[in-house]
Nanobody
């Protein structure tokens, strides 16, 4: 069973930084796409950033220039470096991993990020 374990959330003041990590385990298959999504209260879950196994990246317009996604394929781990945080970045952040060989994706349990003004 695939498991995604997230860490790194917390409370930070506006303008501060946080780094999220997500480690995947439980399968021998390679992960094609790893990503971070977020869901604020009363809002739909949205893509924040994604990265392919080859290093291609995609970012939401709202985080471009402030957030950086990276991954360590050997460790099946994805990171999200978040700088210049704003109160509107407050949300639960979820890690996602997509395995094309089994056409399945998996979610982490979520980690809370709170940015105070």
């Amino acid at each position: 069973q695939v498991q995604l374990v997230e860490s790194g959330g917390g409370l930070v003041q506006a303008g501060g930084s946080l780094r999220l990590s997500c480690a995947a385990s439980g399968t021998i298959f390679s992960i094609n796409v790893m990503g971070w999504y977020r869901q604020a209260p009363g809002k739909q879950r949205e893509l924040v950033a994604a990265i392919t196994s080859g290093g291609g990246t995609n970012y939401a317009n709202s985080v471009k220039g402030r957030f950086t996604i990276s991954r360590d394929n050997a460790k099946n781990t994805v990171y999200l470096q978040m700088n210049s945080l704003k109160p509107e970045d407050t949300a639960v952040y979820y890690c996602n991993a997509y395995y094309s060989v089994i056409d399945s994706d998996y979610w982490g349990q979520g980690t809370q990020v709170t940015v105070s003004s």
